[in-house]
């Protein structure tokens, strides 16, 4: 018996002797699945999706039409990969998560992820995926290959000739370099490597929830014969229990007294852009706020008029994660800063009700800025910050918090100084914690230190 590919169908070739020892063959068509084709493990991960912006703004055609080397792409997979078809699917269920910037963001990563890891390591659609290449997947999210990781976080697609071509920097998964470690391989004229990527537990918590979300959509429209995510038993393989740990990322006093300081430094110095530097830095700090309470979201933006007086106190106002609005008290003590920046403006020393002028401004005066630029300023305050602790002469475990943190640390900063001084619900309030566990588990740490009270009197001998 002899096979032979003919077109998309397999025929078995059957052979009967006649005389003299010469063959005639027949040929009857048997309708069989494909053997798995040899997985394109050679062709090059390439971006699928631009930024959450474009997403929202252009239609399927006209975002390939801006981005031709997308469907060049697409044409490198062998024809039993219908990979247009299996990005428009995977464009169909994005549309369903694209409310909100951060959950867009999560969800076309992920989605992206297993696109091209189906097509270019499996070597077929995402619609004949099944359990076991679910957990092939599973394992290499956790240990990729060295060319699928970048170091650091690229811009998807870059304009070329009236078009946006692939950014050659980008890669699927990006390696987490710590900014101490970066600031140490600048200073030694070193190369930052991304052999050591491991996946965070979160993470992978993240690859199987919306892994799986995708997968019931696509079994809901009639696409896929099932959740191949689903099926896996033991996730316990990837994921560990750990033992809940309360803390949240905080600069010390003598860290947060360095950055204000120098916030306060750089506005003094150069007003015309950095009043607005300091009145960024102050609001995260005064406020516990997140970097799209300054920056808005799809379906609210913040102006001067979020700020609300009712007798004698000041409120901010703000539509949040899941667009829940909620208020936020203001400290009296802020409104000096509040004051500064508006006055640099040229506005009246405090909001006036219903007011429309925008929270924050370019330095051109357009309104707004991109969560990015918000995250570039509060950087250099933290770079300046680190820069006059070294000159000073500060010690390496002085520094090392603000060497590794980010804007979001502005938020836990404020509310652990807080916290010794407000009623734990009013600071949940404040923080928007859906559970006033997490602000005990972050912010009060009584269990913790009970625990070390109770063993600091005992001895090995007794």
């Known amino acids: 018996m002899i096979w032979a590919l003919q077109g998309q169908s397999w025929l078995v070739l059957r052979s009967n002797a006649v005389n003299l020892g010469v063959f005639a063959f027949y040929c009857s068509e048997v309708r069989l699945p494909a053997p798995a084709k040899t997985p394109n493990s050679g062709a090059r991960p390439s971006p699928l999706f631009d930024t959450y912006e474009t997403f929202l703004s252009s239609s399927a055609a006209e975002y390939v039409a801006e981005r031709p080397a997308i469907e060049e792409f697409l044409k490198v997979f062998a024809p039993h990969i219908p990979a247009a078809n299996d990005l428009a699917h995977a464009r169909a269920f994005l549309k369903s998560y694209s409310g909100q910037a951060t959950t867009f963001k999560a969800y076309r990563t992920q989605v992206e992820r297993i696109l091209l890891w189906s097509w270019i390591i499996a070597g077929k659609s995402i619609l004949d995926l099944r359990r076991s290449d679910a957990e092939r997947f599973m394992d290499f999210n956790v240990a990729p290959p060295v060319s699928w990781v970048g170091d650091a976080v690229r811009q998807r697609f870059l304009p070329r000739g009236g078009v946006y071509e692939p950014n050659p920097a980008w890669r699927p998964f990006g390696i987490k370099i710590s900014k101490s470690d970066r600031k140490r391989a600048k200073e030694a004229g070193e190369e930052l490597g991304v052999s050591g990527y491991k996946m965070a537990q979160g993470s992978i918590r993240q690859v199987f929830?919306?892994?799986?979300?995708?997968?019931?959509?696509?079994?809901?429209?009639?696409?896929?014969?099932?959740?191949?995510?689903?099926?896996i038993k033991g996730k316990s393989r990837w994921i560990r229990t750990t033992a809940k740990r309360s803390g949240g990322k905080s600069l010390t006093q003598l860290q947060w007294d360095f950055v204000i300081e120098t916030a306060e430094l750089m506005a003094n110095e150069a007003p015309e852009s950095h009043e607005r530097t300091l009145f960024i830095v102050s609001s995260l700090f005064s406020m516990y706020l997140r970097v799209s309470d300054l920056v808005g979201n799809q379906l609210w933006t913040p102006t001067m008029g979020s700020f609300v007086k009712e007798d004698e106190t000041w409120w901010y106002e703000v539509v949040g994660k899941g667009n829940v609005e909620a208020r936020i008290a203001v400290k009296p003590d802020y409104l000096k800063y509040l004051k500064r920046y508006r006055q640099s403006r040229n506005l009246t020393p405090l909001p006036l009700k219903g007011e429309q002028a925008p929270f924050l401004t370019k330095l051109n005066g357009a309104p707004g800025l991109s969560d990015r630029q918000v995250r570039n300023i509060v950087q250099e305050v933290f770079d300046r910050a680190l820069k006059r602790m070294h000159e000073e002469g500060r010690s390496d475990c002085e520094v090392d918090d603000l060497r590794v943190a980010t804007l979001h640390w502005l938020r836990h900063t404020g509310a652990t100084f807080d916290a010794p001084h407000r009623d734990a619900k009013n600071l949940q309030a404040d923080l928007r914690h859906k559970s006033m566990s997490t602000t005990q588990d972050i912010y009060y740490n009584s269990l913790d230190d009970q625990r070390a009270a109770e063993v600091e009197g005992l001895t090995v001998k007794r």
């Not at 929830?209 to 099926?231: H, R, V, Y």
């Open 209 to 231: 929830s919306i892994c799986s979300s995708f997968f019931e959509f696509l079994t809901q429209e009639d696409l896929a014969q099932g959740n191949p995510f689903k099926a």
